[in-house]
Nanobody
Framework: HVQLVESGGGSVQAGGSLRLSCAASGYVDDIMCMAWFRQEPGTGREGVAAIDNDGNTNYEDSVKGRFTATHGFDKNTLQMDSLKPEDTGMYYC??????????????????WGRGTQVTVS
């Protein structure tokens, strides 16, 4: 069992910054990759950022140069700078023991947090 808990969401004005954190507990020794997904009403969860245990990263095109992901076996952060209204959504932390390279492919991820809301206006 792996439990993920996100924190750090909130409401900010365009151009502002937020730092999301994902705390992992339980059997986390074999987690190989962690990622962040965003969901807006009427849409599915889309990959925003992923990072594996080798430090490889993968970012959605719209956030490249603005978001930075970090990874540890029991923690994960997403630094979000120069936020735009289109970044608004519910952000979920996800983890997997499967892939060894960063991936934004949702089906690969086995464990999910409950989400934290980010609103940019």
């Amino acid at each position: 069992h792996v439990q993920l808990v996100e924190s750090g969401g909130g409401s900010v004005q365009a151009g502002g910054s937020l730092r999301l954190s994902c705390a992992a507990s339980g059997y986390v020794d074999d987690i190989m990759c962690m990622a962040w997904f965003r969901q807006e009403p009427g849409t599915g969860r889309e990959g925003v950022a992923a990072i594996d245990n080798d430090g490889n990263t993968n970012y959605e095109d719209s956030v490249k140069g603005r978001f930075t992901a970090t990874h540890g076996f029991d923690k994960n952060t997403l630094q979000m700078d120069s936020l735009k209204p289109e970044d608004t959504g519910m952000y979920y932390c996800a983890a997997t023991r499967g892939p060894t390279s960063a991936s934004l492919w949702r089906p690969l991820y086995d464990y999910w947090g409950r989400g934290t809301q980010v609103t940019v206006s």
